[in-house]
């Protein structure tokens, strides 16, 4: 394939040099199992131990509070589902409409099963009502799942004030952090926050790890049992140079996250600025405050997204888009419609996502191309006059 | 990723006949903003009564755009009843296939060209699309006549086929039902086998009486719960099956709503289709 540039890392993002090398003898010499006797074997555990505690340090929280999974869905699976189990007695979960399927999907099948389940909507910039949160927490409520950042648009949640709301009133909160862990600082000992999930693939360590924050003294059910590895919450052989590279990544992180709210966000503003611009009847969507400092959301109108996010692929440019037509759906993306953007827009939506990895003139070639694209669907469209 | 031909790819990026023709003879459009895809198109005949010229404009996706731009070819120089004859599958050939997804593309381009089509014959100013029978799914506005018009012309034999080729039933899915109804009429009721085979045969006292159990306790009781009441089964007869509502559901005044919309709703679903259920009387 040609040269890439790649404007997708909401989606996934690249593997660091640094975390491949630091997995690499994991894969090949030191492929002994943690739980063993020998010496060949228990050496490796000290390696997760090692891992434990560099994400820790990212999130600001006890490595004891650290369990690895497989992925950022699996967390948030196990984190719903544990908690409802772990608290019988309670039947109400309460969540937000623009929530990543992993939550949502998970929330209304235990609507099906007989829970209660409260979406919350949203507002034009995406952001939800506190005082409706607040009002509809209870006493029969298990768990409130919010978002800390939003993957679509990059909205941020005041994920500290809605934790303390939820803490407030004894319900447990959890929180898909998938979107946020290593783009903005966390502090998790200074929070209110019970449950947090993150996904090693989007922050430079590879798929196929994942964390579930469990802070002490949450109550919840272990989720995959037969095994005592993860304090028995999590039962399986540890995914080990998942595991270290997920470590490695997250030092990374905690290095590097200046730059993200530096030069990523000059790198993300730069492009979104000419773009809006360069391409007439084009919009932002989403709280242009507060936002993820990678992430950008634009719309536009009179285009559909698929034929927008097909010719930047013929430059090699990646980004995704919340049309209808690129999900196979034939409904835009959900988080468009619960913040009531209009389907002329909805449709025509590309998200440009960037890392600590892209460069300025790869922002330049995408200002440079994005005007003839637009021009040329627009030409075609029926509804421009 | 979509997986797209060398062909569909070519008319997108280089589409032919794109653009509007002024003081046309016919006007076709079809689809809208809220869909997700819309197609103008215009064709003016010859002194042969041919079709001269034809442009299109299209607001969608590339498939959308590779089918009404190779349609457009596809028409030059027929006459009106050649032209007419032209459906979504000879659309789909001629791009050497499309996306099973991706079929309401080609869809929307004939009922274009037919809407054109009927604009020239009525010599409206303009043609909307076609507003004959009723209408089915209300989330996308197609009538139980395209739906049944897709199902013959590409012999499909299944829901979430027809939500393919036309949209229907793509939205909230409340029109799923209907869409099925319309599949076994136009099939003679040789509708999906799955579908058939996902109906249990004829049931035991016994058997039927086991499944409204499992139904009740599977399906109904959670439901219930949730709201602090609960239910029992206390006798079956013939089709008719009699149960007691207990907790907050026995003083509930909507309660008479559960029994018709819950628990029928659900019996008739999991056991049998013309299962009645009545309370208890005192």
Known sequence: ?385 | MWDYNKKVMEYFLHPVNAGEIENPDGVGEEGSLACGDMLKLTFKLGKDGRIADVKFKTFGCASAIASASIMTEMVKGLTIEEAEKITNKDIVDKLGGLPEQKMHCSVMGMEALQAAIANYRGGKARAGKITEGKIVCTCFGITDKEIEKVIIENDLDSVEQATNYCKAGGGCGSCRGEIQQIIEKVRGKKASKEEIAAKPKKLTNLQKIQLIQRTISEQIRPLLKADGGDIDLIDVDGSKVIVAFRGMCSQCPTAEFTLKDVVEARLREFVSSDIIVEEQSE
């Open chain 1, 1 to 385: 394939m040609a040269k890439v540039i790649y404007f997708d890392n909401n989606a996934t993002t690249k593997v660091a040099p640094e975390v491949f090398e630091a997995m690499k003898p994991f894969l090949t010499d030191l492929y002994g199992n943690p739980s063993s006797m020998h010496t060949f074997g228990g050496q490796v555990e000290k390696y997760i131990r090692h891992s434990r505690e560099s994400i820790a340090g990212l999130l600001g929280c006890d490595s004891s509070e650290i369990i690895f999974t497989s992925c950022g869905t699996e967390s948030d699976n196990a984190a719903i589902k544990g908690v409802l189990e772990a608290l019988p007695e309670k039947r109400k979960i309460i969540t937000t409409r623009v929530e990543h399927p992993a939550v949502l999907a998970t929330c209304r099948q235990m609507q099906t099963l007989g829970y209660k389940l409260v979406e919350l909507g949203v507002n034009g910039e995406g952001q939800i009502d506190l005082n409706e949160l607040e009002s509809q927490v209870d006493d029969d409520t298990a768990i409130v799942t919010i978002m800390y950042a939003n993957n679509e648009t990059g909205v941020i949640f005041p994920i500290d004030k809605i934790a303390a709301i939820v803490k407030a009133k004894g319900a447990v909160f959890h929180t898909d952090a998938v979107q946020a862990v290593g783009k903005i600082p966390l502090n998790l000992d200074k929070s209110n926050i019970d449950l947090l999930s993150l996904s090693g693939h989007k922050l430079h360590a590879p798929k196929g790890v994942g964390v579930l924050y469990i802070r002490k003294g949450t109550r919840i059910s272990p989720f995959i049992i037969g095994g005592h590895q993860e304090k028995s919450r999590r039962a399986g052989t540890e995914n080990v140079a998942g595991i270290v590279a997920l470590g490695r990544a997250a030092e990374l992180a905690a290095k590097e996250i200046k730059q993200e709210n530096t030069k990523v966000k000059k790198l993300r503003d730069r492009l979104e600025n000419a773009l809006l611009i360069n391409c007439p009847d084009a919009m932002l969507n989403g709280d242009k405050v507060n936002r993820l400092p990678n992430t950008t959301n634009i719309s536009f109108e009179f285009i559909e997204g698929e034929a927008i996010l097909l010719s930047l692929d013929q430059f090699g440019i990646c980004a995704s888009s919340g049309s209808a037509c690129t999900s196979g759906s034939l409904e835009p993306s959900h988080v468009m419609r619960a913040m009531g953007v209009p389907f002329t827009a909805a449709h025509g939506s590309i998200r440009f996502s960037l890392s600590r990895y892209n460069t300025e003139e790869e922002v330049d070639f995408v200002i440079e191309k994005m005007p003839g694209i637009i021009n040329r669907l627009r030409d075609i469209s029926p509804f421009v006059k």
